[in-house]
């Protein structure tokens, strides 16, 4: 069964860094492309960043670009999203997903002065 | 605007079928057999309940079905129970990127 477990969320200012992971399991990681998707509190659902199966290409939201980067590495089966820079409107649960396949819980990012 | 279009609303009695539909264009929803259906309650997590147009995870019920035609894909739910009322989306891949529909609110009458 495909499992995808988000961590890494938490309280942060304004400016300040923070990193998510996501661990995955139960299907060929190397095969599949990946996305980081958020959902702001009452709001649906907004992409992003995506990586290639292979890493080879990126794209973003225009509202994270030039401060989220999403990496992977194949050793672990995992996903990442490196969040620098943040802003309030970055407030959000952040999923992972597998395709269109979304994570299970997310993990919280609050950014809050 | 969701990138998806999905009806607002859908609703019928306990024990009856619904279809909830999500057209989208040939660069996502027609483009890949890539396309997930989750519900939602209110402060939760979207629960998973259709992905790659019909499989079902393990713990969703087989009353919950998922098929696709042209750039329209469909929820189907059979047998009707009170506790499926809730929103409901797809979300399909769309080359580099992910698209959502808009929620459908189901009511079980």
């Known amino acids: 069964e495909v499992q995808l477990v988000e961590s890494g969320g938490g309280l942060v200012k304004p400016g300040e860094s923070l990193r998510l992971s996501c661990t995955a399991s139960g299907f060929t990681f190397n095969f599949y492309t990946m996305h980081w998707v958020r959902q702001a509190p009452g709001k649906g659902l907004e992409w992003v960043a995506f990586?290639?199966?292979?890493?080879?290409?990126?794209f973003y939201a225009d509202s994270v670009q030039g401060r989220f980067t999403i990496s992977r590495d194949y050793a672990n089966n995992s996903l990442y999203l490196q969040m620098n820079n943040l802003r309030a409107d970055d407030t959000a649960v952040y999923y992972c997903a597998r395709g269109s396949l979304l994570g299970g819980q997310g993990t919280l990012v609050t950014v809050s002065s | 605007q969701s990138a998806l279009t999905q009806p607002r609303s859908v609703s019928g009695s306990r024990g009856q079928s619904v279809t909830i539909s999500c057209t989208g264009t040939s660069s996502d929803v027609g483009g890949y057999s890539d396309v997930s259906w989750y519900q939602q309650h209110p402060g939760k997590a979207p629960r998973v309940l259709i992905y790659d147009v019909n499989r079902r995870p393990s713990g969703v019920p087989d009353r919950f079905s998922g098929s696709k035609s042209g750039n329209t894909a469909s929820l189907t739910i059979s047998g009707l129970q009170a506790e499926d009322e809730g929103d409901y989306f797809c979300c399909s891949y769309a080359g580099n990127h992910l698209v959502f529909g808009g929620r459908t609110k189901l009511t079980v009458l």
């Open positions: 990586i290639s199966s292979a890493s080879n290409y990126i």
